[in-house]
């Protein structure tokens, strides 16, 4: 090993491809953003979707269960605390990826476990609240049209979370295998915080403008 | 040991990581994420409004949700996405997804009356006179006619 | 994509045995393999020349299927009263054929060119991410096929390609035929984003030294707009199918008004994605006579900076005039005025290219050579296809026109008179190129005539019968209708167009078998062309270029060949045989070949039968993708820029990179071999080499 200043970063390797790209960013990245800009249109569609049906509880015939409109029983105290765990998992992501920067692989498992843990508090929070919806409130998917848009919406956010977390999960195991490219957790981070984002927005939309 | 390590050192002999990453340090971070605390905290309050001040407060409430929102939202692309410090290609990419997001579905809402009649199980312009039932026996559109 | 990038890759690819590629790995995982002939090498290539040969040979079979479906549209409405197909039936086959047509004929066969041309036309060695593109190959198929096999399996869907709900709801539609529609186009639409990603980013990043964006030929430009429009646009009609698909199989209403849903949502999603998909289908083949007619008029096209920004400005103002298929339903006056004049103003931009192209054939040398004929036969047919579009833009007259012929003789103009005749005309163009030897010039010229001739017998008329009032989706008419004879001459022109395909067919049959008596190569530069695909020898080597051409100017390859004296005549300046590349490739590293890809598409099929069927279908499926995408981690991808540095473990044997084909004699052997192999595909003859 030639001298570098770090021992650690024997571990971490650093894109070259950068200098042979035409723009200077890297395959990945690039593709990554335009993955990213073009699920804005598919959460938009869902986003769009719930708009347009949250004020039509089924007061019509031929729906089985509750005929409420979903947002009556929303619980705003507890999706405001899943919603800080989101958001704090974008910071202790970030952090992971200075970690990687530095070549500190101790911390980047650290915060890749954080952050891994802390999605899966979220999903875990979604889950509770749609079963309790489900069970106690007796609100199911297909109770009327603006629960399952709530459903669907929500759902595939939650989706996207399953899929990031696998994503760092992977991170992690590769950070103890192989070397790791500091790049590929900046990546994930990237999917991370959009997933995160979109939360932003769906918090505020579905949850707190009444 | 590795070329890829090897080709580095040979760009910045000093630290490696240092020649592609311009991000925010650990400290920038903690303060961004506090402002996201904060706002979320602004825009969870707003649940309370009603009762704190004991009126009607939903005509001021969403507009400072709308904006808290998008605040936090860029708050998140620019700093924690790096998009402030990465080349302005990725920022005019992930502008595009966005402004042609809102642009297709803001107008599909409008088309779709959903800023002055949401609620209505009426999907579209509904006629002033609702229609008139078909009447399975006769061929004229209406009601069945007496008798 | 490689997440880890093992320290010694090739360890993976030592097959050690040649005959048996498959052996096991020290992993356990498929050896990597490594087949540069037979069929092997294709299931397992990332090379997107054979990817876009692949989309190719695909979209060509269903182009059959389709035709098929079309003359039993024709036949049932030869005669009036027709008992060809029953009413049923007959839902099935329209939707069907526009189906297959729209997203498994235009659609891929644009994306063969796409794959085939737009690295060779930046300068690159392959495309950004070369495992992804097979991986889109596969998906793709794989939902084309499985879309398909609802014949088989209950019936087709019926609900016409834009499948209005609510028709398209469990009510009205209680077969599985619509299921397939919504699952085959969602793993289809899967399919197109990855590639849509990759060719973007492709374009972005992977162009020569000095090929600034405003250097790139017309063809990567167009075709760089069509991926921007469906990176965007295809997450909106995924939005619609997932609902279509949760409305049909979980018990959801989000288009039934009965149950509070609302079926003008499934109109709204569908043209939002649909009218940029129109643009998507189209552009394309913009982009080959942009590179077709510059060539045969011996001049640059004209005005470049208005092509591509015409270009843009279609791809943006596309995005506003969606509700134009909607002027009927009763969407509101302010909506409509609004969006009959957004459409009105898309027509500008396309009136520009039209314009541009005229003035380039203008003044010019013209060559009536195959290609030739065929973009000027585009640029006829689509310039009567958009004046028609004009005439509906305006709402009062679509009221009339809608839901008649009229509207079916407008967008058949536009895609079969513009998008199929533009890439008829790239086929013949750079068959060459793909396959190292022409396609029959005087054949060709039957086939475009007759073409030409069956096309407008066939949908000529249905401008006249749709005014005279006849409705499209209708299964059959009456004699008093009068809408007799003009339809009789549609079903014969719908034969002479069948005809023009066998014609074409036999092209290539008998091209390819004249190649084999007495081949004799093309050369690099068969039509005195101009862009950098045209450097490299024909057919493109494995490594398309042995070193990467530096730009300088727009049209580079041309003006390697000609400049200008000091009279500001052309003058040529350089051989052709100097110009066009012959050094050998030293240090090429090329990406290396992967079964994951297939793997994990392979799965897609099955999770979508068990949804349909039973979920137990679903099971193996998902187990193939997750298998698919572990083993694609596990797996070390070849930068295909080599700059990891893995030289040092070379063991240059086993290595399945281009440096062992381009040694000085083989070279030639390859070059047979690969045209050989290469057209065989597509005639089905490639093991009787
Ligand atoms: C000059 C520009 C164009 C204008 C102004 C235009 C306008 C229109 C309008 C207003 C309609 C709706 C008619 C109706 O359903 O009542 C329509 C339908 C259609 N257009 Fe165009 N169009 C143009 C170019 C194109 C191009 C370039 C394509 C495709 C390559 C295309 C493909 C279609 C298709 C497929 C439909 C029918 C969809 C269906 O109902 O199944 N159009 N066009
Ligand atoms: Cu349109």
Redesign the interface.
């Known amino acids: 090993m030639s001298g570098l200043a770090y021992e650690s970063l024997e571990d971490v390797e650093f894109p070259d491809d950068i200098h042979t790209t035409s723009t200077g960013i890297s395959n990945e990245k690039l593709g990554m953003w335009v993955y990213l800009a073009s699920d804005c249109l598919l959460f938009g569609g869902m986003i769009s979707t719930y708009l347009i049906y949250k004020n039509r509880p089924g007061e019509i015939a031929g729906l089985s269960g509750n005929t409420d409109k979903v947002s009556e029983y929303f619980d705003i105290p507890f999706t405001s605390m899943t919603s800080f765990i989101l958001l704090m998992s974008s910071l202790t992501m970030v952090l992971g990826v200075n970690a990687v920067i530095r070549g500190d692989l101790t911390r980047l498992r650290l915060w890749l476990t954080s952050t891994a843990v802390l999605g899966a508090l979220f999903l875990g929070g979604q889950i509770y609240e749609f079963t309790n919806f489900v069970v106690n409130d007796d609100l199911g998917f297909t109770s009327n049209v603006a629960a399952s848009a709530f459903y669907a919406l929500t759902g595939l956010h939650g989706v996207h979370v399953v899929v990031g977390v696998i994503m760092l999960l992977s991170m992690l195991a590769i950070s103890f295998g192989t070397r790791i490219r500091a790049e590929a957790v900046e990546v994930v981070g990237l999917y991370w915080h959009f997933v995160d984002i979109v939360w932003v927005l769906i918090f505020t939309i579905v949850y707190l403008i009444p | 040991m590795s070329a890829a390590v090897t080709e580095l050192d040979d760009d910045s002999p000093v630290n490696p990581g240092e020649h592609h990453t311009h991000g925010p340090t650990d400290a920038q971070y903690f303060k961004v994420f506090f402002l996201l605390v904060a706002l979320t905290a602004l825009e969870v309050s707003t649940y309370w409004w009603d009762d704190i001040f004991n009126a009607d407060t939903k005509k001021i409430a969403v507009p400072v949700l709308i904006a808290l929102m998008v605040i936090k939202f860029f708050l998140v692309a620019l700093y924690f996405m790096h998009l402030k410090y990465d080349s302005p290609l990725l920022k005019r990419t992930f502008y595009a997804g966005m402004i042609v997001a809102i642009f297709v579905y803001v107008v599909a809402l409008t088309v779709m009356n959903f800023w002055s009649d949401s609620g209505t199980t009426e999907f579209n312009d509904p006629p002033i006179d609702p229609p008139a039932p078909f009447c399975a026996t006769s061929s004229e559109p209406g009601p069945c006619p007496a008798g | ?1 490689a ?5 010694r890759p090739l360890e993976l690819t030592t097959g050690h045995d040649p005959v048996a590629p498959e052996a096991p790995s020290p992993l356990g995982v498929f050896a990597r393999p490594k087949a540069n002939t037979g069929w092997r090498s294709w299931v397992n290539t990332v090379d997107h020349k054979k990817i876009g040969i692949m989309y190719g040979v695909a979209s060509f079979f269903f182009l059959l299927v389709g035709g098929v479906e079309a003359l039993l549209i024709r036949l049932q409405l030869s005669v009036p009263g027709n008992q060809l197909l029953s009413a049923d039936l007959y839902n099935q086959v329209f939707t069907m054929h526009g189906v297959t047509m729209v997203f498994m004929v235009i659609m891929p066969m644009a994306s063969a060119f796409a794959n085939y041309l737009i690295p060779l036309q930046i300068g690159a060695r392959d495309v ?2 070369p495992r992804m593109n097979a991986l889109s190959l596969w998906i793709w198929l794989a939902g084309a096929i499985f879309f398909n096999s609802s014949w088989l399996l209950g019936g087709g869907a019926n609900g016409g390609w834009f499948n209005y709900a609510p028709n398209a709801g469990v009510t009205f539609s209680p077969g599985t035929g619509i299921d397939f529609y919504a699952i085959g186009l969602l793993i289809m639409g899967i399919g197109s ?1 990855v590639s ?3 060719l ?2 492709t374009v ?4 020569a030294p000095g ?1 600034t964006l405003m250097k790139m030929p017309v063809f990567t430009w167009m075709n760089f707009v069509v991926q ?1 429009l469906l ?6 009609i ?3 199918l ?2 279509l698909t ?1 409305d049909r199989m ?5 288009f039934d ?9 499934w109109e ?2 569908f043209w ?1 994605f649909g009218h940029p998909e129109v643009y998507i289908m189209v552009l394309p083949a913009f982009g080959m006579v942009s590179e077709i007619i510059p060539v045969f008029s011996r001049k640059p096209i004209f005005g470049y900076p208005f092509m591509v920004g015409s270009g843009i400005a279609i791809g943006f103002m596309g ?2 005039v ?2 134009h298929h909607m002027f009927a ?4 006056q302010l ?1 409509v005025l609004a969006f009959s004049l957004s459409t009105l103003f898309i027509a500008v931009p396309t009136g520009v290219k039209i314009l541009n192209w005229m003035a380039t054939m203008y003044g010019g040398r013209i060559k009536f050579t195959v290609p030739m004929l065929f973009s000027i036969g585009l640029v006829g047919m689509f310039t009567i296809g958009g004046l028609s579009g004009v005439t509906h833009a305006f709402a009062p007259a679509d009221t009339q026109q809608t839901d008649t012929y009229y509207i079916v003789a407008h967008f058949h103009y536009v895609l079969f008179g513009g998008a199929l005749l533009g890439m008829m005309g790239g086929l013949y163009f750079w068959w060459p190129k793909m396959f190292g030897h022409f396609l029959g010039e005087r054949t060709g010229k039957w086939h475009f005539w007759l073409m030409l001739v069956g096309f407008n017998l066939t949908f000529g008329p249905m401008h006249i019968l749709g005014l005279q009032g006849m409705m499209r989706r209708t299964f059959t008419y009456t004699s008093v209708q009068g809408f007799s004879m003009w339809n009789l001459v549609s079903t014969i022109g719908a034969f002479i167009i069948a005809l023009s395909l066998l014609v074409f067919i036999g092209n290539v049959f008998f091209s390819y078998r004249k190649h084999r008596k007495n081949p004799v190569n093309p050369g690099a530069d068969p039509w005195d062309a101009r862009s950098l695909e045209w450097m490299i020898p024909s057919p493109t080597p494995e490594y398309n270029f042995a070193e990467i051409p530096v730009v300088e100017e727009f049209d580079e390859f041309w003006h390697r060949k000609y400049g200008h004296d000091e009279n500001g005549r052309l003058v040529r300046i350089a051989k052709t045989e100097d110009v066009v590349e012959s050094s050998d490739p030293v240090t090429v590293h090329l990406p290396s070949p992967s079964y994951w890809p297939l793997v994990l598409a392979l799965g897609m099929p099955l999770v979508g039968y068990g949804l349909i069927f039973n979920l137990w279908w679903a099971v193996p499926g998902v187990i193939l993708i997750v298998a698919g995408i572990y083993g694609w ?1 596990m797996e070390p991808a070849t ?1 295909p ?1 080599g ?6 473990h070379h063991d240059e044997p086993d290595e399945p990179d281009a440096t062992e084909l381009a040694a000085p004699e083989t070279a030639e052997a390859e070059l047979v071999s690969a045209s050989a192999g290469s057209t065989g595909a597509i005639t089905g003859e490639g093991d009787s080499q």
């Open positions: 994509m997440i880890i990038e093992d320290q950004s991410f984003t849509a990603v990759n973007t980013v972005l990043n992977m162009r090929m921007v990176v965007f646009a295809l997450p909106v995924t939005v619609a997932l609902l949760l979980f018990g959801a209403a989000f008004a009965s149950k509070g849903g609302d079926p003008f949502l709204h999603l939002i995005w506003g969606w509700a339903s009763g969407m509101g909506s981690v930068d820029d700059g990891h540095g893995h030289d040092d």
